[in-house]
C-alpha cells in the first residue's frame, strides 16, 4: 500500500520559484521503491506528465514546457521526492499531483497511486 501527499504548492508571480514536496508512505515491511511522476492539470484540460524519475533517482525525464526550468529529486531516506520549478509561468498554473508506479513510465496509465494534489497559481 503506497500513500503519496503533496505539499508546497500556492501563488506566486511570475518569475519566481516554488518547491513542491511528494511524501511517499509504505505501510509494509518490505523494503521497496518506485518510480514516481509529476503530473499537471490545467483549468479546464486533462493531465499531463511534468516531470518522471526512477527508483533511485538516476534517470529523470522532463516535458519541454518544463525542461531547463523544472528539476525532479528524491531523498529516498526521507521517503521525499521533490519538484523544484523556476522561473515560473502564468501557464504553469494547475494542479499538481505526484504519482507512484512499478515502472519508469510517463504514461500515466502505469501510474496506480496518486497524491491528492495541490493548486500552484501564477500571476502575471
Known amino acids: 500500500q503506497v500513500r503519496l501527499v503533496e505539499s508546497g504548492g500556492g501563488w506566486a508571480q511570475a518569475g519566481a520559484s516554488l518547491r513542491l514536496s511528494c511524501a511517499v508512505s509504505?505501510?509494509?515491511?518490505?523494503?521497496?521503491?518506485?518510480?514516481v511522476g509529476w503530473f499537471r492539470r490545467p483549468p479546464g484540460k486533462d493531465p499531463e506528465l511534468v516531470a518522471i524519475i526512477n527508483r533511485n533517482g538516476e534517470r529523470t525525464f522532463y516535458s519541454d514546457s518544463v525542461k531547463g526550468r523544472f528539476t525532479i529529486s528524491r531523498d529516498n531516506s526521507k521517503n521525499t521526492v521533490y519538484l523544484q520549478m523556476n522561473s515560473l509561468k502564468p501557464e504553469d498554473t494547475a494542479v499538481y499531483y505526484c504519482?507512484?508506479?512499478?515502472?519508469?513510465?510517463?504514461?500515466?496509465?502505469?501510474?496506480?497511486?496518486w497524491g491528492q494534489g495541490t493548486q500552484v497559481t501564477v500571476s502575471s
Open positions: 509504505i505501510s509494509s515491511g518490505n523494503s521497496r521503491t518506485f518510480a
Open positions: 504519482a507512484a508506479s512499478d515502472y519508469y513510465s510517463g504514461d500515466l496509465r502505469n501510474y496506480d497511486n
